[in-house]
């Protein structure tokens, strides 16, 4: 049972900070408070920033959980932090939640770097506990010095008026109620409120970009040209207003050459004659972790075929286009699934595909049916033990068409069905002895089919 602490009144030393942070929060209307709100999820590392968030969202009368992530990478370091958090959240009287990662495991998956191995590891958790206890948010301690790191390092590596501005704060179900307040408030804020916090060694290494902009280039900028950071916020604070009308008239231009869910089909042949089809298109397939290059050498190709693009954030995301299509395709969830399923055809098929199977006499064989959606084949099919399979098409594959002469490719029949790159990929193919005898959904084979000889059939009907 969730525990919590009785507020007093905001003590005098704290009243300023908890005022501007309360202030931010409401003013952006990122969280709701009372009886019947639902909790915070607040993410907890044991450093300052986070420690003081948690303090903070209780003073100011938030339900809070506390989540986390032990990844195991500094040895008893990575332990002290959990066991710091747990002492923390017994003095606050709040629960608190701790996940296990295996950051190795993950990256030899997915080839993922370090950092976002962890990213992805601690958000997808995160979500978990947002869904799991009816939580409202996730709230992160990211204060203004880390806007302004951000800022700098969108710079140095090229960016648009998205990175020019910045963190939002609130992005989905992530706010960050510390974007205004500054390093120096949080720890004096601390000291205020006799909290202790630890102290990751690896911040104090300049092998990490951020690192090196926080502990050598920043203070440089302050000492050579004072109050540096704060001209770097108020740039930020000046385009926020004009990234919104951007995103509308962006939105609005893309509109009409894009479809599907979430638009990942973008008719990039049609696209690439408006005259500003590259910001355009770099807009649309950004934050799916393409760079600007890409996105200029994929309207060089518009009206190409067979060329995939390889997202260059690390996420695993990847365009193909098909005939002057660009279709985007996301890391299946199941990374590691099978090529190939052997099934049995005297059971019903639920994996990969739901497919209801039965046995019948040809007295009730009833010619037509549901097309391709369904298929008949002579039981003959069955003797001698021949193995069955599903999966995915193979470069040289090649059927017999119900109904035609002689083989045809399958990339053909794919491409006669106008299916793009990614529906090509996800296909099922039924095989007997690695012969093609069923595409699901596309065509049937005119191998063992029924015939006059034929005394029983199997019939094979797609569950949709």
Same mark, same amino acid.
């Given at each position: ?295 200029? &050498?994929?309207?060089?190709? /518009?009206?190409? +075929?067979?060329?995939?693009?390889? =997202? $260059? ?6 365009? %193909? ?90 990339? &053909?029949?794919?491409?006669? /069905?106008?299916? +793009?790159?990614?529906?090509?990929? =996800? $296909? ?6 690695? %012969? ?29």
């Amino acid at each position: 049972m969730r525990t919590f602490v009785i507020m007093r009144l905001r003590d005098p030393n704290t009243k300023e900070f908890l005022d501007a942070v309360d202030s931010f929060i409401r003013r952006e209307r990122m969280l709701r408070r009372g009886e019947d709100a639902a909790p915070v999820v607040v993410a907890l590392s044991g450093g300052a920033d986070s420690v003081a968030l948690l303090s903070a969202l209780i003073e100011l009368g938030f339900d809070c959980i506390a989540a986390h992530c032990n990844f195991h990478l500094r040895g008893e370091e990575s332990m002290r932090d959990m066991r710091h958090c747990e002492s923390l959240c017994d003095l606050l009287g709040v629960d608190l939640y701790v996940k296990d990662f295996n950051v190795p495991e993950r990256m030899k998956a997915t080839g993922e770097s370090v950092e976002m191995a962890c990213r992805e590891l601690r958000y997808r958790w995160f979500a978990d506990l947002l869904d799991r206890d009816f939580s409202q948010a996730v709230a992160v301690g990211h204060h203004r010095e880390d806007q302004a790191e951000t800022l700098m390092l969108n710079l140095l590596r090229g960016t648009g008026i998205a990175g020019l501005t910045g963190m939002k704060p609130r992005n989905g179900n992530v706010v960050r109620p510390f974007l205004e307040v500054s390093r120096k408030q949080i720890e004096d804020y601390l000291t205020a409120k006799g909290l202790t916090y630890v102290t990751d060694s690896s911040n104090a290494s300049d092998a990490h970009r951020r690192n090196r902009l926080r502990n050598t280039l920043f203070p440089l900028m302050e000492e050579l040209f004072p109050g540096a950071t704060d001209g770097l916020l108020r740039t930020i604070s000046n385009l926020v207003p004009v990234r919104g009308f951007y995103d509308e008239a962006i939105a609005a231009a893309c509109a009409p050459f894009r479809s599907g869910e979430d638009g990942i089909v973008i008719e990039l042949a049609a696209l690439s004659a408006q005259r500003h089809a590259g910001i355009m298109l770099f807009e649309m397939l950004r934050q799916s972790g393409f760079n600007a290059t890409q996105t200029q &050498d994929m309207l060089r190709s /518009a009206h190409g +075929s067979g060329l995939r693009f390889e =997202a $260059a954030d690390g996420s695993g995301n990847f365009a %193909e286009l098909d005939r002057g299509r660009l279709t985007l395709n996301r890391p299946a969830s199941t990374m590691h699934e099978p090529d190939a399923y052997d099934i049995d055809l005297d059971r019903d098929i639920l994996r990969p595909v739901n497919i209801a199977v039965s046995r019948h006499d040809v007295s009730e064989f009833r010619p037509g049916g549901r097309g391709a959606m369904e298929v008949c084949i002579d039981a003959s099919a069955l003797d001698g033990s021949p193995r069955w399979q599903l999966r995915h098409s193979r470069r040289g594959d090649r059927m017999a068409p119900y109904g035609m002469n002689g083989t045809k490719l399958v990339s &053909d029949i794919f491409s006669d /069905a106008k299916y +793009s790159a990614a529906q090509k990929r =996800a $296909a099922w193919i039924l095989t007997r002895d690695d %012969e093609i005898m069923w595409i699901p959904g596309l065509r049937t084979s005119a191998h063992f089919t029924i015939g006059p000889s034929t005394r029983e059939f199997i019939k094979l009907r797609i569950i949709e």
